[in-house]
């Protein structure tokens, strides 16, 4: 079982910066893929960024070029670093975690989710 627990949400201006951390316990962290996902008002859930156990990055295309996703596995952290943002940035965050392999661009796969952390970005 791992517990995941998202911090570093808040109000930002546009064109600010927030970093989001997915803190990882109950298990070592390394080896599992993290993702984050966001909904905002009304929306359904939709993938932001992953990251494999060896390090492969993927971004959904909104965030290319703004966000970048990394891990600390001695601290059993996934960051979000997220620059140069929109109002349409604004949702709930979350972070998940899954051992499978594959499609990790989607919900499917991750076994566990954090319960979020809301960014709110005014213009």
């Known amino acids: 079982q791992v517990q995941l627990v998202e911090s570093g949400g808040g109000l930002e201006q546009t064109g600010g910066s927030l970093r989001l951390s997915c803190a990882a316990a109950?298990?070592?962290?390394?080896?599992?893929?993290v993702g984050w996902f966001r909904q905002g008002p009304g929306k359904e859930r939709e993938f932001v960024a992953a990251i494999s156990g060896s390090g492969s990055t993927y971004y959904a295309d909104s965030v290319k070029g703004r966000f970048t996703i990394s891990r600390d596995n001695a601290k059993n952290t996934v960051y979000l670093q997220m620059n140069s943002l929109k109002a349409e940035d604004t949702a709930v965050y979350y972070c998940?975690?899954?051992?499978?392999?594959?499609?990790?661009?989607?919900?499917?796969?991750?076994?566990?989710w954090g319960q979020g952390t809301q960014v709110t970005v005014s213009s």
């Open positions: 109950g298990r070592t962290f390394g080896s599992y893929s």
């Open positions: 998940a975690a899954t051992l499978r392999v594959g499609a990790l661009t989607t919900r499917y796969p991750y076994d566990y």
